[in-house]
């Protein structure tokens, strides 16, 4: 089964990163809320409780210069009052207790206690601990001359002492309670009164607090990677779609196939990267397809270049073969004449005419060679012209009659009526001869040359056939090669120089139309088209 993430695939290596970054942030964060968060608490505390202390001052600075602009006791409780709730109001809202106490008076939970009211225990009295009454019995010694040392009362440890030594902050130990404070002691001189000020906030909700913090921030964590190792692995997939979409095309451009392209529009650095891709597709499919073409052709030309030189070697070979026989005639001959082997004067005339005919046989296969060689490279001038293709048939057959006497064959050649075609009248009339010659070189059986005339809508198909036997199949196409012979023996049985029908073959083609060959049931037939239209 295949897996859903691989091993080196982006979505796996992105998602992995994530979610260790998530990770590392969230090791971060807990450390930094473990090592840094408590300091950082009790500095912040201890920041509240300096403003605290300013603000009571400020508090008491005001009550003191509203009290002296007043002589009426109601206006001083009045001010009183508004003192009260200011203090009142920062204590809660701080989460700090706040105590003031002078020689008449100590204000406590929002309220001050004349000294008059004030024999403890008392009602009020009931609220404080062990603490906040020894502090308050400190002050009233101290009034009366009776100050005792606070920070011996507990085990207190000193955290920050103000410079001109107005007030210190201390982390305490209630034995009572079994708790932890931050306490503020100090004082407070308005006018030519002195106030002592304690302050108060429970430490152990500090530790608490990064208890809490902790727990939450692991669950919160936990939850933070779930989600974001989701979120990424949605968004690795969006993101890594185009890039496997243009891999794939990649893979199949490495098969040579340049069908698939890349179809998504985007305007980004993926878009971009598409495109190019689809362009280099299309260039290398066009260099391929170029290279495969002049691959072929080179191809075509080195099999060119072979079968010329395959031909050249056959040429030599059959122009060897052809002319070989005639000389060793000639010379055997010319050299009994110069030998006067036989004096009889009429065995003389027979080598005589021996010499004499190999020689014409030799001369007419060099010209025939020569002039199918100037067919062949355009060297003749092809003259169009319109003329009876009958009229040139008759004229043939008629050079040949002695020759169809001697070989008693039948010539059937019914046409009579005048046919017009435009063609090369010398060139055609070649065509017919060469036809006709190599039909009186292979009849047999019932010795029969028929020459037939077929029209075909604007061409004249003109048929030489002659009874004898076929050609075999696989030599049909052959027969128009030069010096090409069914005979492979290459006996003079036949006399032809196996030229004529290269001949035919290359006027045809320089005349731009068809020729061809096919076995009859009684013999060969040989065929070859001219226009009859006015083109």
């Not at 007030?167 to 001189?189: A, M, P, Q």
């Not at 077929?454 to 075999?472: C, F, H, Q, S």
């Not at 030229?499 to 006027?507: D, E, P």
Request: proline fraction near 1%.
């Amino acid at each position: 089964m295949k897996k859903k993430f691989k091993k080196q695939s982006i979505r796996f290596r992105l998602s992995c990163s994530v979610s260790a970054l998530l990770l590392g942030v969230f090791m971060l964060c807990w450390g930094a809320n473990e090592l840094f968060l408590p300091t950082y608490y009790q500095y912040s505390k201890c920041q509240s409780l300096k403003q605290s202390y300013t603000e009571v001052y400020e508090q008491l600075n005001q009550s003191e210069s509203k009290e002296a602009d007043s002589d009426k006791d109601e206006a001083s409780q009045t001010v009183d009052s508004a003192v009260e709730l200011a203090l009142e109001k920062w204590s809660a809202d701080n989460n700090i207790s706040i105590y003031v106490v002078d020689w008449l008076r100590i204000y406590y939970q929002g309220h001050w206690i004349y000294q008059g009211v004030f024999l403890y225990p008392s009602a009020e009295d009931q609220r404080m601990n062990e603490r906040e009454q020894q502090l308050v019995l400190n002050q009233m010694g101290e009034n009366y001359g009776d100050l005792k040392d606070v920070g011996k009362q507990v085990d207190a440890t000193t955290l920050y002492e103000e410079k001109s030594g107005l007030y210190s902050i201390v982390k305490v130990h209630d034995d009572r309670l079994d708790s932890e404070y931050l306490e503020l002691v100090g004082s407070i001189k308005i006018a030519d009164e002195t106030h002592t000020v304690y302050m108060r906030t429970n430490y152990e909700s500090i530790q608490e607090s990064v208890k809490l913090s902790s727990q939450f921030l692991v669950y919160a964590a936990l939850l933070a990677i779930l989600i974001g190792i989701i979120v990424m692995f949605v968004i690795s997939d969006s993101f890594t779609k185009p890039i496997r979409k243009l891999s794939k095309i990649a893979h199949e451009m490495s098969e040579l196939n340049f069908e698939t392209k890349y179809t998504e529009q985007r305007k980004d650095e993926l878009g971009d990267l598409g495109h190019s891709i689809n362009v280099l597709s299309e260039k290398l499919e066009t260099t391929i397809s170029e290279l495969k073409s002049a691959n072929n052709e080179l191809k075509s030309d080195i099999e060119s270049k072979i079968q010329i030189d395959e031909m050249r070697k056959e040429f030599l070979s059959n122009v060897t073969h052809e002319l070989k026989t005639p000389i060793a005639l000639i010379q055997g001959y010319a050299e009994g004449l110069q030998d006067n082997i036989n004096e009889d004067p009429e065995d003389r005339e027979f080598y005589c005419e021996v010499i004499i005919d190999e020689a014409n046989k030799m001369n007419n296969m060099v010209k025939k060679l020569l002039n199918l060689n100037q067919i062949e490279f355009g060297k003749n001038q092809i003259e169009f012209e319109r003329f009876d293709i009958v009229a040139v048939i008759q004229s043939v057959l008629n050079s040949n009659q002695l020759i169809f006497a001697q070989k008693e064959v039948t010539v059937i050649f019914e046409q009579q009526e005048p046919v017009y075609v435009w063609a090369d009248e010398y060139m055609t009339q070649e065509v017919v001869t060469n036809y006709v010659s190599n039909a009186l070189n292979h009849v047999d059986g019932e010795k029969i040359i028929e020459i037939k005339m077929t029209r075909l809508e604007d061409v004249v198909r003109i048929a030489v056939r002659n009874t004898g036997e076929p050609i075999p199949e696989d030599d049909l196409e052959k027969v128009w090669i030069k010096f090409y012979k069914v005979d492979k023996a290459r006996t003079r049985e036949y006399g032809g120089s196996g030229i004529g029908l290269s001949i035919v073959k290359a006027i045809m083609n320089s005349m731009h139309r068809e020729c061809g060959v096919y076995n009859t049931n009684d013999g060969v037939e040989f065929w070859f088209e001219l226009d009859t239209k006015e083109s």
